[in-house]
């Protein structure tokens, strides 16, 4: 069974920064992808950043140039850092995390989620 466990969410005020958290455990024979998506209220859930297993980016339009994703393969822990943060950042992220489990069964799982409120 695979557990994402997330953290670094709450209330900051605009133009201010965060870093979410995201850790990986379980039995897991290999980790493809870690992402992180928002889903704003009455919005459908969105890609924010992607990084894969060869360490390519990806992000969205909205968050380039002022968001950073990254991973630790020793914590298996992925993180997102956003700066110059806007009321339109305001959602819930959610980690996602695509791999291989022993045996060679694909997995993706998915996060609780954790609340961003982006406001003075």
């Known amino acids: 069974q695979v557990q994402l466990e997330e953290s670094g969410g709450g209330l900051v005020q605009p133009g201010g920064s965060l870093r979410l958290s995201c850790a990986v455990s379980?039995?897991?024979?290999?980790?493809?992808?870690m992402a992180w998506y928002r889903q704003a209220p009455g919005k459908q859930r969105e890609l924010v950043a992607e990084?894969?297993?060869?360490?390519?980016?990806k992000y969205a339009d909205s968050v380039e140039g002022r968001s950073t994703i990254s991973r630790d393969h020793a914590k298996d822990t992925v993180y997102l850092q956003m700066n110059s943060l806007t009321p339109e950042d305001t959602a819930v992220y959610y980690c996602?995390?695509?791999?291989?489990?022993?045996?060679?069964?694909?997995?993706?799982?998915w996060g609780q989620g954790t609340q961003v409120t982006v406001s003075s």
């Open positions: 996602n995390v695509r791999g291989q489990l022993p045996g060679a069964s694909f997995f993706t799982s």
């Open positions: 379980g039995n897991i024979a290999k980790i493809d992808a």
């Open positions: 990084i894969d297993g060869s360490a390519n980016l």
